[in-house]
C-alpha cells in the first residue's frame, strides 16, 4: 500500500471517526419515515409540522429531526420514530406534532393513542423491537433503514457505510472478493438465485477490456416495492456493494438502471452518487486504489419486460426494450456487445455486509441451498403489510401469521400469490413449506423479486389468474409468438370463464396453451407467465370447475356468476343500501326489509359496502 | 469446425453456423417463418423449435439464433417441440386466419383451422419483423420498427411518418412472408417495380383495345366497301389456325396467309399473345365475366385442343365444316349479323323497303352470343375451354422464349394472382404457378403480387408437366371425333352432295374446291354491297353451314364490283377481275311465263344482253327469255328488277339445276 493510498484510506477513516465523535448517541432524534408509503399518507406534512413545533417550543438545540427510509411498516404509516429509545408512533397526523415535541421530547411522555395496538392481544406497544411485525424479522439490508437519512452520506458514514468498499478495494483481490461472495453462497435476489459469484466469474473472465456493471432496479411486479424501498431508505448500500462488484468484475462503468415511476428512489440515488463522488468513493482512482469506476442513472420508462436483462440492455442502448435470444449472455456480450453483469438491487446491497462480516456469517443464514437473507413486500389480506426482511427458510405460515399478523377479518386466508405475474398461488394447506428458491419452484412458483400478496376466502382464483395474464399480456413486448398471442389467448379463456362462458375442456386448453408457452417463449417473461394459471389449475381446479360447469363463482367475485341479495332477518329496513343504488335496483319500505331486483342490478356491491348489518350478501 | 449430433447423427459444421443453418446442410427440414439467410436471426415466430442437449440440460431452444457448440445433441423432433410448434402454428394461424401462407404452414404442422377467434380477420402481419430488419439490414434505412407492447405492437415507422421517412427503396417488401407489406400504408414502397409492371399492363391494355378498335374500324370499312380489300382482312390473314387449315384443306399454299408466319414468331417468342394483346374477340371476353377459376370441370380446358385437332384433322380430309369454331371468324360473323342489316337500313332512302332478315341470318351470330354468354360462367370462357386458334398459339407457348415465372423464395402463397388472371391459368395448388399454354401474358398480375415475384424473364425452360397438358386420351379422343365427323359427312347424312349442287354460290366459287378452303368467316357477305351474298344454314348440307350462298331475291351481283374475291382472305371466292367476273357463272336466270307481266324490264335492264323475245305456245303475247347461247352468270339483276318476285316470275337457278321449260317457245319475229 503506497502511502497516498493510505492517505485517501484514512481521509476517510478520519471522517468517519469525526462523524462518529460528533454523533450524540443519547441525544434525541425524531425521526419521520419519508418512505414513499409513508410520504403518500402525509410524512412530509408531519415533517414540516414538527420543524415548526421544534422551532416555536425552543427545543431546536436539544434535539434533531430528520427524515429517514422507509420502515417497512407501511401498513401503519406515516412513522414517526423518537430515538434513542427507539418509541414507535404510528399513523402520525400533522396535528400531532406539537403533542410529540411538547410531551415525548420536552416531557418524556408516551402519547397512548399514538402507539401501535397489538390487533391480538390489544396490548400497546412503545417499541418497534416489541412489535411482532418487527420481532420476527432478521434485519440486515434494512437495519439501517428506519436510522439514518437517506440523503446524507455521513448518517451512511457513521453506520459504518464505505468500509466494506475499502477493504475491498485496498485489501482484497477481485478474485478473492469473489471467492468471498461464492462461500457466502448469495443467490441473486432478482427471482432466479443465479449464484451471484459464478456469474460475476463467467463475466471476469470473458475477454475484453471494456466492461459494464448494472444494477436492476427495474422492479414492475404489481405489489412489490422492496427495491424502490431500499434504494429511497439505503442508498449507499447499493451504490458500495455496486462499487464492490464492478472492482471484482473488472468494469470501470456502471448503469443504474431503475423506473421513472420512482421518482423518489431517483432522487436518493442521484444524491447518493453525488455524495460518493465528492468523497472519492467514485470516479477515477477510489480510495487511491487505482480503481476507476463511474455510475450512471439510466431511466426506464417503465416496461416490466425491461427487467429481462437482455431488454433493460437494449433499452440502455436506446432501443425498444425486447429480449434477445441467449446465447450469448450478457457476461459474454451484453451493452454494446461487451460482458456485461447485470444483478438486482438487493443482490449489490448485500455485498457490502459479506465483505464486511465475511461468507461465514452470511451463509449460516438461510437453507442449504438458499442462503442470507431476503426481502418481501407483504400486502393482501392481513394485517401488517409492508416490507420484510427474513432469513431464507422460514416458512410461509410464520411470515404471513406471525409477521403478517394473519387476517384482519373473520375470513380464512386462502393463498398467498408470490412473485408477482411470474409466479404462482400457493393455498393455504402447503404453507408450511420453508421459503426459499428451491421449494417454491416445486410448488409451481417462484422467489420472484420478492412480492407477496396474500388472499382470503374472498379472493376468487381463477380472477386472480385473469388478473396476472391481463398483465402479463400488456406488459409482453409482443416480439415472439407465444407471449404476445398465447398469454393473450390464455386471457381470453379466462376472461370467458369468468363471465359464464367457460366450456368443458377450457382448462385442458389452458394446460396445453401454458405448457408451449412455458416451452416456446423467448423470455423470463413469456416462460414463467402461465405460472399463475397452472397454480391456480393445480390447487384450486374446483374453483375452476365451479365456473365452468355450475357457472357460479364460489368467492362470489366474478360479477356475471353472482347475484347479490339481501337476508331478511338481518335487514333492518334502513333504505341506506336502496339510497346508495346507483341503479334503482334495491326496493322496499322502510322498516321492513328490502328487495335486490337482480334485473336492474350492475353487481357493483356497493349495497354490500354500506350495509351496517351484513345483510347484503352474495349467492 | 465444430461437432455436433443431430437426431443421433454426427455432423461437422462451421463454427459460425446456428443449429438451424447445420439442420439443413444436413438435409433436415425445420419449419421457420422468421428467418431469412439474409437477415440477422431474430427467434420471434417459435416454430423452429428444437430440443438442444449440453453439460447434461436439455433445453427447448429456437435453432435460428442458437449457435452450435461442440458436444452438442440436437433433437429436431421430440413430442414437445412438436407440441409447441404446432401450438405456434395454432396461434399464428388464430391471428392471421386468410392469409395464405400462413394457413399453409399452419397445415404442414397439422392446424387444420383456427384454433382461437379473432376480432380482425384481416390482419396479414404476423409481426416477423423481416421488413424491420431488412430496412436495417439490407437497406440501412433504420425507418420500420415495431411501436407498442403485447397485443399493441404493429409496424411502422417513427410517430407514424411515413412519406417523409420512407424512400421506397422496396427492399423490405420481398421479404414479408404475409404479403402485409402492401398494407403497410406506406404507399411509395414497391412503387418503381409496381411501375414498372403496371406499364406494361398499361401498355397491354392500350395495345389490345387499340387493336379492338382497329378490327372494328376495319369491319365498318368493310361495311362501307371504303378500304382496300386486302388490309380489310388482315386478322384473319394473321391467323395461322386458318392459314393452316385452309392449305390443308385446300392442298395449295395460299400466299394470302403470310403474315400469319408472324403471329407463329410472336408465340414462339412470347407465348400466348396472340389471345393477349391482339384477338379483338378476347378484348371483348375482358370486358366483363368473373376472373378465378369458378367453372367446376377445369379439366374441360383440354377440350380445345381435341376440337383444334378435329378441325385439322377434318381439313385433312378436304373438311372445313368445324372451323366455325374459329375466333375472329366468330366476331366477324356476329358482327355482320348485327350491323349489316343497319347499315342497309341507313342506307335505304325509302325506309320502308327495308326488309327485317329472317332466322337464318341471325343464325351466324349464335357462337358469337353463346361465347359471349359462356363468358358469364368465366372470364375468357371460350378462350380456356373451346378456342381452336387458342390451342394451336398455346402449344407454341409450351416452347414459347419468354414465359411468365413466379419467384418461389418470395411468393408467399396469398392468392391474389389467382383471383386476378383472366384465364385462370394461375394454379393455386401448384406454386401458384402457371401453363404457359394458359397464360396469355397478359402480365396483370405482375403489379399486384404483394412480394413482385411475379416476372416475365426470357429463356425457361419446361412448358410441359402442367395439369392442362394435352395427353394421350385428348389425341385418342380427337382421333375418334375427327373419323366420326368424317365418317359422318362422307356418308352423307342429311343429303349433302345432292345439296351441295342445288345452292348458288358467289362468283366463281363454284369451280373451285369451295367447301375445303371456305373459312366460313363471311365477310364476303358483310361486304357484298347488293346484299346478294347470304350465309346458308342447312341447305347445302350439314358441313355448309355459315358458308356464303347467293340469294337473287335479296340481292343481285352488280356488274361492276368483284369485292367477295378480293376480301376472301382463304381464296375460296377466287380473284378474278371485273372482266373475268363478269364471264363467271354462279347460275343461269330462267322466266317462268305462267306468272311474266311481260313488262321487259328484266330484258331492258341486263348487263350481258342475254334477253331474246318469245312467243309462248298456249300464251298471249312476247315473253322474254334467256337465250340459250347467251353469257348468263346468274348475277341476278333481272331477278331484283322484275316487279313479280312474289310470284317468282324470273328465278336464278344453280347452273346443273336448271328446270326444264314447261312451255314451249319460239323466238319472236317482229312482224
Given at each position: 500500500m503506497s502511502n497516498a493510498t493510505a492517505d485517501i484510506r484514512l481521509a476517510l477513516e478520519d471522517l468517519r471517526s469525526e462523524l462518529i465523535a460528533a454523533y450524540d448517541s443519547t441525544r434525541p432524534c425524531i425521526t419521520v419515515c419519508a418512505g414513499t408509503g409513508c410520504c403518500a399518507s402525509g410524512a412530509l406534512d408531519v415533517k414540516a409540522a414538527l420543524d415548526k413545533e421544534v422551532e416555536q417550543q425552543g427545543v431546536d438545540l436539544k434535539v434533531d429531526l430528520k427524515i429517514t427510509g422507509c420502515r417497512g411498516f407501511c401498513e401503519q404509516g406515516p412513522l414517526v420514530a423518537i430515538l434513542p429509545e427507539n418509541i414507535l408512533y404510528t399513523k402520525v397526523k400533522s396535528t400531532d406534532a406539537a403533542q410529540i415535541v411538547s410531551k415525548t421530547i420536552v416531557a418524556g411522555e408516551l402519547i397512548d393513542k399514538l402507539l401501535y395496538k397489538d390487533p391480538v392481544t390489544g396490548e400497546k406497544l412503545v417499541h418497534e423491537h416489541d412489535i411482532p411485525f418487527y420481532k420476527e424479522q432478521h434485519r440486515v439490508l434494512l437495519h439501517d433503514s428506519g436510522a439514518i437519512d437517506p440523503t446524507s452520506i455521513n448518517d451512511y458514514l457513521i453506520v459504518g457505510g464505505y468500509k466494506a468498499l475499502a477493504k475491498a478495494l485496498l485489501t482484497m483481490s477481485p478474485d478473492e472478493i469473489i471467492a468471498e461472495v461464492k462461500q457466502s453462497g448469495l443467490g441473486g435476489r432478482g427471482g432466479a438465485g443465479f449464484p451471484t459469484a459464478r456469474k460475476w466469474e463467467l463475466c471476469r473472465k470473458s475477454p475484453g477490456d471494456e466492461k459494464y456493471v448494472i444494477v436492476n432496479a427495474d422492479e414492475g411486479d404489481p405489489g412489490a416495492f422492496q427495491d424502490r424501498s431500499l434504494i429511497e431508505a439505503n442508498p449507499h448500500s447499493v451504490l458500495e456493494g455496486f462499487i464492490i462488484g464492478a472492482y471484482a468484475i473488472g468494469a470501470n462503468q456502471g448503469f443504474i438502471y431503475i423506473r421513472h415511476e420512482y421518482p423518489l428512489a431517483v432522487e436518493r440515488i442521484k444524491i447518493a452518487i453525488e455524495a460518493a463522488r465528492e468523497q472519492g468513493l467514485?470516479?477515477?482512482n477510489i480510495l487511491g486504489s487505482g480503481f476507476d469506476f463511474d455510475v450512471t442513472v439510466q431511466l426506464g420508462a417503465g416496461a416490466f419486460v425491461c427487467g429481462e436483462e437482455t431488454a433493460l440492455m437494449a433499452s440502455i442502448e436506446g432501443y425498444v426494450g425486447e429480449p434477445h435470444a441467449r446465447p450469448p449472455y450478457p457476461a459474454q456480450s451484453g451493452l454494446w456487445g461487451k460482458p456485461t453483469n447485470i444483478n438486482n438491487v438487493k443482490t449489490w446491497a448485500t455485498v457490502p455486509y459479506i465483505i464486511n462480516k465475511g461468507a461465514a456469517w452470511y451463509s449460516q443464514m438461510g437453507t442449504d441451498n438458499s442462503k442470507g437473507t431476503t426481502i418481501f413486500s407483504l400486502v393482501g389480506k392481513i394485517n401488517n403489510t409492508g416490507l420484510v426482511e427474513v432469513p431464507m427458510g422460514i416458512s410461509l405460515r410464520d411470515l404471513i401469521e406471525k409477521i403478517g399478523g394473519g387476517s384482519p377479518s373473520d375470513k380464512k386466508l386462502k393463498a398467498v400469490q408470490t412473485g408477482g405475474p411470474s409466479g404462482g398461488c400457493i393455498p393455504e394447506r402447503l404453507w408450511d413449506v420453508p421459503v426459499d428458491y428451491d421449494s417454491l419452484r416445486e410448488l409451481g412458483s417462484i422467489m420472484g423479486s420478492g412480492g407477496m400478496i396474500v388472499m382470503d376466502e374472498s379472493t376468487c382464483m381463477v380472477d386472480i389468474a385473469r388478473y396476472f395474464l391481463n398483465f402479463s399480456r400488456f406488459e409482453s413486448c409482443g416480439k415472439c409468438t407465444a407471449c404476445r398471442e398465447g398469454v393473450q389467448r390464455m386471457y381470453e379463456i379466462l376472461d370467458y370463464i369468468t363471465r359464464g362462458y367457460g366450456q368443458e375442456g377450457d382448462i385442458d386448453v389452458l394446460e396445453d396453451l401454458c405448457a408451449s408457452i412455458k416451452a416456446g417463449s423467448l423470455c423470463g417473461l413469456g416462460q414463467t407467465a402461465p405460472n399463475p394459471v397452472l397454480t391456480t389449475i393445480k390447487y384450486f381446479r374446483e374453483e375452476y370447475e365451479a365456473h365452468i360447469r355450475e357457472k357460479t363463482c364460489p368467492a362470489g367475485v366474478c360479477k356475471e356468476l353472482i347475484t347479490f341479495y339481501i337476508l331478511e332477518d338481518k335487514c333492518t329496513g334502513c333504505s341506506l343500501c336502496a339510497r346508495y343504488c346507483g341503479d334503482q335496483a334495491i326496493s322496499g319500505e322502510k322498516g321492513s326489509p328490502y328487495v335486490i331486483d337482480s334485473d336492474k342490478c350492475k353487481r357493483c356491491g356497493v349495497c354490500r359496502e354500506v350495509c351496517n348489518f351484513d345483510a347484503v350478501v352474495v349467492r | 469446425m465444430v461437432n455436433l449430433t443431430i437426431n443421433g447423427e454426427k455432423y461437422t459444421v462451421s463454427e459460425n453456423s446456428t443449429v438451424l443453418e447445420a439442420a439443413q446442410q444436413a438435409g433436415i427440414s425445420i419449419p421457420t417463418l422468421c428467418s431469412h439467410k439474409d437477415l440477422s436471426p431474430y427467434g420471434a415466430c417459435r416454430l423452429c423449435l428444437v430440443e438442444v442437449r449440453r453439460n447434461g440440460r436439455s433445453v427447448i431452444t429456437t435453432s435460428c439464433n442458437t449457435p452450435v457448440e461442440e458436444g452438442m445433441a440436437v433433437i429436431t423432433e421430440t413430442e414437445e417441440v412438436l407440441a409447441t410448434r404446432k401450438t405456434m402454428a395454432e396461434l399464428m394461424v388464430s391471428r392471421c386466419p386468410e392469409v395464405p401462407a400462413i394457413q399453409r404452414m399452419a397445415l404442414s404442422l397439422g392446424v387444420t383451422e383456427p384454433a382461437f377467434s379473432t376480432e380482425n380477420p384481416k390482419e396479414d402481419c404476423i409481426l416477423c419483423g423481416m421488413c424491420v430488419r431488412a430496412c436495417d439490414e439490407i437497406a440501412h434505412e433504420h425507418v420500420l420498427g415495431f411501436v407498442g407492447r403485447g397485443p399493441d405492437r404493429e409496424v411502422t415507422t417513427a410517430f407514424d411518418v411515413r412519406q417523409d421517412v420512407?424512400?421506397?427503396?422496396?427492399?423490405c417488401v420481398p421479404y414479408c412472408p404475409t404479403g402485409a407489406i402492401t398494407t403497410l400504408e406506406a404507399p411509395q414502397i414497391g412503387r418503381a417495380f409496381k411501375k414498372k409492371a403496371l406499364n406494361w399492363k398499361r401498355a397491354r391494355q392500350v395495345f389490345q383495345y387499340a387493336t379492338l378498335l382497329v378490327f372494328l374500324g376495319l369491319m365498318a370499312a368493310t361495311l362501307f366497301n371504303v378500304l382496300q380489300p386486302l388490309t380489310v382482312n388482315i386478322f384473319s390473314r394473321l391467323n395461322p389456325l386458318q392459314g393452316l387449315v385452309t392449305m390443308v384443306g385446300g392442298r395449295e399454299l395460299i400466299a394470302n396467309y403470310i403474315p400469319a408466319i408472324l403471329t407463329v414468331v410472336l408465340t414462339i417468342v412470347f407465348g400466348r399473345v396472340w389471345c393477349g394483346w391482339f384477338c379483338p374477340l378476347g378484348a371483348v371476353f375482358e370486358l366483363f365475366g368473373r376472373k378465378d377459376r369458378h367453372f367446376k370441370w377445369q379439366n374441360l380446358r383440354k377440350l380445345k385442343y381435341v376440337i383444334l385437332a378435329v378441325v385439322v384433322v377434318m381439313a385433312a380430309f378436304g373438311?372445313?365444316?368445324?372451323?366455325?369454331?374459329?375466333p375472329i371468324t366468330i366476331f366477324i360473323r356476329g358482327l355482320t349479323a348485327i350491323f349489316k342489316p343497319v347499315v342497309q337500313y341507313v342506307q335505304l332512302e325509302d325506309k320502308k323497303e327495308f326488309i327485317l332478315p329472317g332466322f337464318q341470318w341471325w343464325a351466324i351470330a349464335i357462337p358469337f352470343v353463346v361465347a359471349l354468354l359462356l363468358n358469364l360462367i368465366e372470364k375468357r370462357f371460350w378462350c380456356r375451354y373451346l378456342c381452336p386458334l387458342g390451342a394451336l398459339v398455346a402449344l407454341g407457348s409450351k416452347f414459347s422464349w419468354i414465359k411468365r415465372f413466379v419467384n418461389q423464395d418470395s411468393c408467399v402463397k396469398c392468392g391474389e394472382c389467382a383471383t386476378l388472371c383472366p384465364m385462370g391459368a394461375i394454379s393455386p395448388e401448384n406454386d401458384f404457378k402457371s401453363d404457359p399454354a394458359e397464360c396469355i401474358m397478359c402480365m396483370d398480375c405482375a403489379a399486384p403480387c404483394p412480394k413482385l415475384a411475379i416476372t416475365f424473364p426470357q429463356g425457361q425452360l419446361g412448358g410441359w408437366g402442367y395439369e392442362f397438358d394435352p395427353g394421350r386420351r385428348e389425341a385418342l379422343g380427337t382421333l375418334g371425333a375427327g373419323a366420326l365427323a368424317v365418317g359422318l359427312l362422307s356418308l352423307d347424312v342429311g343429303n349433302v352432295k345432292a345439296a351441295k349442287k342445288e345452292v348458288l354460290r358467289p362468283p366463281g366459287a363454284i369451280f373451285n374446291d369451295f367447301l375445303s378452303k371456305c373459312i366460313r368467316c363471311d365477310q364476303c357477305i358483310e361486304a357484298c354491297p347488293t346484299h346478294y351474298i347470304q350465309p346458308a344454314a342447312f341447305e347445302a348440307g350439314w358441313d355448309s353451314l355459315y358458308t356464303p350462298i347467293v340469294d337473287p331475291f335479296l340481292g343481285y351481283c352488280d356488274y361492276d364490283c368483284n369485292l367477295c374475291g378480293q376480301i376472301c382472305p382463304s381464296h375460296a371466292i377466287p380473284f378474278l377481275t371485273l372482266e373475268e367476273k363478269r364471264k363467271t357463272s354462279m347460275g343461269w336466270a330462267q322466266v317462268n311465263f305462267d306468272t311474266c307481266v311481260r313488262c321487259m324490264d328484266c330484258k331492258d335492264n341486263c348487263p350481258y344482253d342475254c334477253f331474246e323475245l318469245v312467243e309462248v305456245e298456249g300464251l298471249r303475247g312476247v315473253y322474254p327469255r334467256v337465250r340459250d347461247d347467251s353469257n348468263c352468270v346468274g348475277c341476278g339483276i333481272c331477278v331484283a328488277i322484275c316487279p313479280k318476285q312474289d310470284l317468282k316470275a324470273i328465278d336464278v337457278f344453280p347452273y346443273g339445276n336448271v328446270p326444264v321449260e314447261t312451255h314451249k317457245t319460239t323466238p319472236y319475229v317482229e312482224a
Open positions: 467514485l470516479g477515477e | 420512407c424512400d421506397s427503396c422496396n427492399k373438311s372445313l365444316a368445324f372451323l366455325y369454331f374459329e
